[in-house]
């Protein structure tokens, strides 16, 4: 009877060492998660009026999350704008200040008609319609040299106006800027500034994630090269807190082409391995994965 027990409790101890065994060259290739981030940075300079966002908060693409004190900028424009409309005030009325002479010139044009008949009923000199015609030529060129004066001196006044309002709209385009837009859906993981804080350009905000997608770094040996290959499709293996495992499935979105030495909180199948090669594995994520987490993987 106790050879049997014997025997038994041998067995169990193999089958144990074999299970860990199994279970420590389970897997093809290990890493931790990580995420796409990115620093937002403030656009403008001042302080911070409003600011509403927290860690761990789900924005949206488009979302005002607050906005930098902006009131100088628009007393600038506004006295801009009024520049702008003083100096534009300026430019002449062509057609009011040409009125008198082309009334003159239709009088006259009338009055030759007049003393053309005239001149054909022998009623009237030639020296009536000639001096009536040299009327209407030098009403003519005054016309045309008062007409030129008072291009001039609109397109002088344009040229004027033109820097003012390129002028207002570099402001507009800062006064957008004191808008604090969030880019693109994600999720907040940290918080650089609160509200009645000082900001300038260039300043990080926040750092945001999109979580919903989210990648496992994983490390490979040499010869486990050819046995993957850009959106293969692998098993992605992770801890679910009751002693197994938690399954889904990954594609693989980037291959290193260079090799690296083995990072030291990393396993690989060959824990012999010195160069590694790193490759990242896109993963649906509903939720259970976090960034630092470990996983593995096994290739289909």
């Known amino acids: 009877m106790g050879k049997i027990k014997t025997i038994a409790f041998v067995t169990g101890i193999a089958t144990l060492f074999a299970a860990c ?29 409003q600011f509403e966002l927290e860690e761990g908060q789900m924005l949206q693409s488009g979302q005002t999350v607050g906005y930098i004190d902006s009131t100088q900028l628009y007393l600038k ?4 704008l009024a520049q702008t409309k003083a100096t534009a005030s300026r430019k002449p009325n062509v057609s009011a200040q040409l ?31 000639d001096d009536i ?3 209407i030529d030098v ?28 002028q207002v709209e570099q402001l507009n385009d800062q006064l957008a ?16 500034a609160e509200a009645n804080e000082m900001t300038a350009t260039g300043k990080p905000l926040y750092k945001i994630a999109d979580l919903s997608n989210i990648i496992l770094r994983a490390y490979i040996t040499g010869d ?12 992605v293996l992770t801890d679910d807190g ?3 495992y938690k399954e889904t499935e990954g594609t693989i979105s980037w291959i290193n082409d260079k090799a690296e030495f083995t990072p030291k909180t990393i396993q690989t199948k060959n824990e012999r391995a010195n160069m590694v090669y790193a490759i990242k594995v896109k993963v649906k994520n509903d939720g259970t994965y976090k960034i630092g987490m470990y996983g593995e993987i096994k290739f289909q």
């Open 77 to 80: 424009k506004k006295q801009l």
């Open 99 to 129: 009125a008198a002479l082309q009334s003159q010139l239709a009088t006259a044009q009338k009055e030759k008609v007049r003393i053309t008949n005239l001149v054909n009923g022998d009623a009237a000199p030639q020296k009536q319609l």
């Open 242 to 244: 009751k002693g197994g």
């Open 21 to 49: 065994n199994n279970n420590k060259t389970s897997f093809d290739a290990s890493g931790s998660f990580e995420a796409e981030e990115r620093i937002i940075s403030s656009e403008a300079t001042g302080t911070i009026k």
């Open 139 to 166: 009403l003519k060129k005054q016309i045309e040299a008062q007409k030129s004066s008072l291009d001039i001196s609109t397109e002088s006044i344009n040229s004027d106006v033109l820097p003012l309002q390129v």
């Open 177 to 192: 800027k004191c808008k604090i837009i969030n880019p693109a859906n994600g999720t907040v993981l940290t918080k650089y």
């Open 133 to 135: 015609n040299a009327q």
């Open 224 to 235: 486990q090269l050819t046995q993957v290959k850009l959106n293969q499709t692998v098993k």
